[in-house]
């Protein structure tokens, strides 16, 4: 699966780092992070130990892929949409913290889902990032109910231990009634 990871922070390098070990992905964030990236690959440390070298970006427009995950900060949600509504996504993801997935569904041409990611991460350093906290991602249809392409999002989404099999589906947060799928 092609992955842009929108909002290469913490977080969404953590996120992105995991998915790239079996996953085409690209990571879209600020220097002088993505540019340590690109020279050297992204290392996770703590919880995990992962170096990988996904694709390390500082403009996200015009970019297409099978998934975009949006972890920027909520303020910046309206940027992140502007930029992603310049590329071609099969499916965009929220994995912010707030309900701003209203304003990507109004601005990007692809099906929207939410989600949530409950991993630990620290920017250490520009080009690495500390897991202080195997989490999980939880991702969901806006509607409700059971959704094929939730599902799909979730068996890529990294998980705890590679093992486990998948859990039952799940509400998205407390404050979405949306149904879900965990891993």
């Known amino acids: 699966m092609e992955?842009?990871?929108?909002?290469?922070g913490a977080l969404g390098s953590l996120v992105g780092g995991l998915l790239a070990r079996a996953h085409d992905v690209t990571l879209v964030g600020r220097d002088p992070h993505m540019r340590r990236i690109r020279a050297d690959g992204l290392r996770l440390d703590g919880a995990v130990d992962v170096h990988v070298r996904p694709r390390?970006?500082?403009?996200g427009t015009h970019r297409s892929a099978d998934l975009a995950l949006v972890t920027t900060k909520a303020y910046d949600t309206d940027a992140a949409a502007r930029a992603?509504?310049?590329g071609?996504?099969?499916?965009?993801?929220?994995l912010q913290n707030g309900l701003t997935e209203e304003r990507l569904v109004a601005a990007v041409d692809a099906r929207v889902l939410a989600g949530?990611?409950?991993?630990g991460a620290r920017l250490v350093e520009p080009g690495r990032v500390r897991c202080t906290g195997v989490g999980e991602v939880v991702v969901g249809a806006l509607a409700g109910g059971p959704d094929p392409v939730a599902e799909r999002v979730a068996a890529a989404s990294p998980r705890r231990g590679?093992?486990?099999p998948p859990p039952p589906t799940c509400p998205v947060g407390g404050t979405r009634s949306s149904r879900s799928t965990r891993r």
Request: glycine share 4%; with cysteine.
């Open 3 to 8: 992955v842009l990871v929108y909002g290469a």
């Open 88 to 94: 071609e996504y099969d499916t965009v993801c929220s």
């Open 162 to 164: 590679s093992r486990r």
């Open 84 to 86: 992603l509504a310049t």
């Open 116 to 119: 949530t990611a409950s991993y």
């Open 56 to 59: 390390a970006l500082t403009d």
